[in-house]
Every structure is written in structure tokens, then in C-alpha cells.
């Protein structure tokens, strides 16, 4: 089991940035590759961005690239997502997620089917 707690989340202005922190306890989490998606009001969730148990591949979701960056720090065992240049339309509930290490997953990154573990989501909200 991997337990997923996400923090950072809050209020600001269109424009401004935060950094969302997603910490990892119990099983290995330098070998999981993790995730951020996210889910606004009355949509279905979907991907934002992705990054490899190595942290060497990164992915991320046309809405978000060039504004966002995911990283992690397997020391720490945490993953982030700093979020800069936000818009009102990155208003969502954040979710983090974890997934075994899988050869699928550099193709089906994208897809919470990859993903074992789910956080309980931070809501960031951008007001314009």
C-alpha cells in the first residue's frame, strides 16, 4: 500500500503561482511512478502532468505545458507540481496518484488506469 497526501492548495489571484506537495509513506515510492490530475465542478477528472520513478520522463497535459513542472524528491519521498502563470480555468480539486513501475505506463501515462494509489485532493482555486 501507498498512502498519498497532497498539500499547497488555496486561493490565488490569475497570474500568480503555487506549489502543490504530494508526500508518500508505506510502500517504495522511488520505484512508482506518480501523477497530478485534476477535476473541475461538473467535468471528469483528467491528466495534468506525469513523471518516471527516475524522474528522468516528464509528461504534461497541452493546458498546462510551459506553465507547470512537476518534480519529485525520492529522498523526501514527495512529488511536486508548481503551477505558475495560473488561470481561472486551472480551478480544480488536485489529486496525486502512484502507479507500480510499468513499460505501459511511458505510453498510457495519461490514464488513471496506470495509476494504483490516489491521494484525497487539494482544491486549488484561481480567481480572475
Known amino acids: 500500500q501507498v498512502q498519498l497526501v497532497e498539500t499547497g492548495g488555496g486561493l490565488v489571484q490569475a497570474g500568480g503561482s503555487l506549489r502543490l506537495s504530494c508526500a508518500a509513506s508505506?510502500?517504495?515510492?522511488?520505484?512508482?511512478?506518480m501523477g497530478w490530475f485534476r477535476q473541475a465542478p461538473g467535468k471528469e477528472r483528467e491528466f495534468v502532468a506525469a513523471?518516471?520513478?527516475?524522474?528522468?520522463?516528464?509528461y504534461y497535459a497541452n493546458s498546462v505545458k510551459g506553465r507547470f513542472i512537476i518534480s519529485r524528491d525520492n529522498a523526501k519521498n514527495t512529488v511536486y507540481l508548481q503551477m505558475n502563470s495560473l488561470k481561472a480555468e486551472d480551478t480544480a480539486v488536485y489529486y496525486c496518484?502512484?502507479?507500480?513501475?510499468?513499460?505501459?505506463?511511458?505510453?498510457?501515462?495519461?490514464?488513471?488506469?496506470?495509476?494504483?494509489?490516489w491521494g484525497q485532493g487539494t482544491q486549488v482555486t484561481v480567481s480572475s
Open positions: 513523471i518516471s520513478w527516475s524522474g528522468g520522463t516528464t
Open positions: 496518484a502512484a502507479g507500480q513501475s510499468r513499460t505501459s505506463w511511458f505510453i498510457g501515462h495519461s490514464g488513471e488506469s496506470q495509476y494504483d494509489y
Open positions: 508505506g510502500r517504495t515510492f522511488s520505484g512508482a511512478a
